[in-house]
């Protein structure tokens, strides 16, 4: 899994303003294919969800765990993760929703 320039740099303006971070991506409606960026512990995971990847942003003293429903994981495990930010809006309960953005997942064939 992989961060694009724009998304580290979102992601260390977040760590400041809200401390630690973690994501949750689902397999649900809506949002719910949308990665999700909370404070760490924020969201509860559980056995339906696989934790990806540690993300080491430079400038956040520690990694970002990201955590994928494990449906949502079966149909992307074959497949490149890049984790990237556009203009937009997406969920009101992600934390970059009032900064006029939102996370998305880009893909690619491995």
């Known amino acids: 899994m992989e961060l694009t320039s724009a998304a580290a740099g979102l992601l260390r303006r977040l760590r400041a303003a809200h401390g630690p971070l973690m994501f949750h991506q689902s ?35 520690e990694p970002v765990p990201f955590w994928m429903s494990r449906s949502q994981y079966e149909r992307w495990s074959h497949t490149r993760l890049v ?27 491995a």
Request: aromatic share 8%; net charge negative; proline share 5%.
């Open 83 to 109: 984790v990237d930010v556009v203009d937009g809006r997406g969920s009101g309960f992600s934390l970059e929703a009032p900064e006029g953005v939102r996370f998305l997942i880009r893909s690619f064939m």
């Open 27 to 61: 397999g649900g409606c809506c949002d719910g294919s949308a990665p999700m960026c909370y404070p760490a512990g924020e969201f509860r995971t559980g056995a339906s969800d696989v934790l990806l990847a540690e993300l080491r942003v430079t400038g956040v003293g």
